[in-house]
């Protein structure tokens, strides 16, 4: 039986669950979203199923990411699954994609996971470090080895009730969806910038290009951070809430550079 999962990442952590997901179905294609931006016609994805796998941002879905469901038609597909990578909370951002799927072809998903991973948005919250991010990750991974098990057997699994992330998506969320484009707004640059230029080569929607060896931010953002968590000499800052600086930073160990290239098809 053939999957195709559909994903986006920043940080690393939906990537290295899709691919564990992958590995574990066997026949899978990995689809990252952002390199379906430019076309904008609708998915319809030739497999028997399909899924999504993708990080929380205010207890919802990254806008690229809600966008790109409401063009995803699952008429072909025969069981559907979404998986969800939180730091914190996260089971509203599974209610969303079930809310877009029921008004746009009256289904919902068939499963749907919300798991824990590192959280990685520092002005939120130091990133975990050592033997505690090495615990979460090794909890996760025993997650997903159960997840593909469920997704195999095709198991349908709901995505649970959760009040608290509810309430949260509520009052965060709609702000956030209204406005993250341009929040690009609160990057700044620090003189210890070595105009490598990785910031741009991992932007998975290419929202940054580099003028006069500094990084410029041109408001598709989707916050993500993989500028801020790349760069080799945490010269990139996000001057919001309790800001970025000495507040750590954090990649999943298997997310490369050229991963994040990828997402925009390698340009």
Known sequence: ???????????????????????????????????????????????????IVSPVYDAGVPRIMAEFAERLNLSRAGYTFAIVTMGGTGVSALHQLNGIFQKGQGRKLDAAF???????????????????????????????????????????????????????????????????HTMDNSFAVEDTCTACGTCAKVCPVGNITMVKERPSWHHTCELCCACLH???????????????????????????VEDMKAQRGGS
Not at 142 to 150: C, D, E, L, P, Y
Not at 230 to 250: D, H, S, V
């Open 230 to 256: 790349f760069c080799p000499a945490e010269a990139i800052q996000l001057n919001t809430m309790k800001g970025t600086k000495g507040r750590g930073r954090y990649l999943h160990p298997d997310l490369t």
């Open 114 to 180: 919300a798991v824990k991973m590192p959280g990685n948005f520092p002005p939120v919250g130091r990133p975990p470090e050592g033997g505690k991010k090495d615990a979460i990750l090794k909890a996760a991974d025993r997650q997903f080895a159960i997840i593909a098990q469920t997704i195999d057997q095709g198991i349908t699994v709901p995505p649970g009730i959760s009040p608290v992330s509810s309430l949260m998506r509520c009052l965060l969320y709609p702000p956030f969806i209204k406005n993250v």
């Open 1 to 51: 039986m053939k999957t195709i999962i559909y994903y986006f990442t920043g940080t690393g952590n939906s990537l290295a669950a899709a691919r564990k997901i992958a590995a574990a179905l066997g026949n899978t294609e990995l689809v990252p979203v952002a390199s379906l931006v430019q076309r904008p016609e609708r998915v319809v994805p030739a497999s028997d199923r399909v899924g």
